[in-house]
Each structure stands twice: as structure tokens, then as C-alpha cells.
């Protein structure tokens, strides 16, 4: 039977042994926290990245800084609520100067790497086409693409002009978007509804019809872009 001195000296020596044991650990863990910090604060950023060749593969969708990239997201579909490149074709379909000329998926231009589609975005955006300044005459007969790149290839003078020049000939017409062609309403006295560059959106999303206007009291509509033709009044 142990004295009650024995006792004491048995409990002393277990709390030692783990008191041992925790300070080992202690310093096992700080010396590795210590080795961490200083293997990532020793990291020097590399000053060039690899090669284009190792970075254009069909499998990278970011793609290389080169115009020619493998990554074909030509099969991608737009959808506003999808990934990051199913977006980028959402705002490309939408956007108004995608659409002068009569076809509101410009797939070809889409068919890159996702910063190729930002390019796209960013070269096409509406604040590019700048403020309209003058609007043609009217014509007949053009389905919406027709219509749209009716306006591309127009060279002629202006119907309504800001400035009041009707006479020069210009060539940089295009299918207005309904912004545009309602800065000249209640100047035109025809009561047809012409064509626009503006999609009609439900639940946010544009399908195949496009907003008609009367610009001489700005009733207007939808219709698909080839159930009817149409007439069309082209802005510069």
C-alpha cells in the first residue's frame, strides 16, 4: 500500500509527463506555423508567364493574349441565368449594335475564349454608336434583317437632320434602336411603324420579335423579325 507521500510523488509525476508531452506539441505546432508563413512570404511572383503555346489548349476557356485561340464556345447558348459564357452570349444577343446587321446572334464573334467574348462586348457596346443627329426617308419592302443591313450600305442624304442639312450624302446610316428613333418623333408625319434595333423582352429574355414604331405619335408594337415586311427609316 503506497504511503500517502508516494501518492504526491505519483501525481507530480504524471502532471509532468504531460506537461512534457504538451509543450512538445507546442512547439511542433509553432514551428510549423513559423515554416509556413515563411515559405509564402518567400514566394517571388514570377516576372513572365508561360508561353502562348502552353496556354492556348481546347480545354482553357480564359485562352491566350493571341487571336487565335482553341477554345471554340461557338455551340454556347444564351441564357441570363447561366455560366459566365452562356451570360456573355446573353448580353451579346441583346445588345443593339449586334443586331444592325439583321441577326441578333453573332456567333462568329462569340466563338472565342471567355476574355474574347468580353472584347466583343466591350467593342459593340451602344454607348459606341454616339448620339443620333439625323434620321432618312422611308422605305418599304425589308423583313428586320434586311432592313438593318439595308441601313449599313445606305448612302444617301437625310430626311430630318439636328442641324437642318438635307443635303449632304452620308454613308454611316444604321437601324435605330427605339431610343434613337424617338428623338425624332413628331417630325415625321407617316403613320407607319418602322423597324428598330430594339428586341421585345419578356421576363427579360428577347426572342425572335422587334419593336415597330409610329413615329408620328409613338404608338408602337412587336412582330417577328420575318412574319411581315416592313418599312424602314434608318438614323446616323
Not at 509564402?40 to 480564359?62: C, H, K, M, V
Not at 429574355?205 to 416592313?230: K, M, P
Request: with cysteine.
Amino acid at each position: 500500500m503506497k504511503t500517502k507521500f508516494q501518492k504526491k510523488l505519483d501525481a507530480l509525476t504524471h502532471f509532468l509527463r504531460n506537461l512534457s508531452r504538451n509543450m512538445i506539441v507546442t512547439v511542433v505546432v509553432t514551428f510549423t506555423a513559423m515554416g509556413t508563413v515563411w515559405l509564402y512570404a518567400a514566394f517571388t511572383e514570377p516576372l513572365a508567364g508561360p508561353a502562348d503555346s502552353d496556354q492556348d489548349f481546347a480545354q482553357n476557356i480564359l485562352g491566350a493574349n493571341n487571336a487565335d485561340n482553341d477554345f471554340d464556345s461557338s455551340a454556347v447558348v444564351a441564357n441570363a441565368d447561366g455560366s459566365i459564357i452562356e451570360r456573355q452570349q446573353y448580353i451579346a444577343d441583346n445588345m443593339a449594335l449586334n443586331s444592325e446587321v439583321g441577326d441578333a446572334t453573332d456567333a462568329a464573334s462569340m466563338s472565342g475564349t471567355l476574355f474574347a467574348g468580353q472584347q466583343k462586348i466591350y467593342d459593340d457596346m451602344a454607348s459606341d454608336r454616339g448620339p443620333v443627329v439625323a434620321m432618312s426617308a422611308e422605305y418599304w419592302g425589308y423583313y428586320h434583317g434586311p432592313a438593318a443591313a439595308y441601313c449599313y450600305g445606305l448612302s444617301a442624304v437625310a430626311a430630318v437632320a439636328m442641324d437642318g442639312d438635307t443635303s449632304t450624302t452620308y454613308t454611316d446610316w444604321r437601324l435605330p434602336t427605339m431610343g434613337e428613333a424617338v428623338v425624332f418623333e413628331g417630325t415625321i408625319t407617316s403613320t407607319n411603324n418602322v423597324w428598330t434595333a430594339t428586341p421585345y423582352m419578356i421576363d427579360g429574355v428577347a426572342g425572335d420579335n422587334w419593336i415597330r414604331i409610329n413615329l408620328s405619335n409613338g404608338d408602337w408594337y412587336h412582330t417577328t423579325y420575318n412574319s411581315a415586311t416592313g418599312y424602314v427609316r434608318c438614323v446616323r
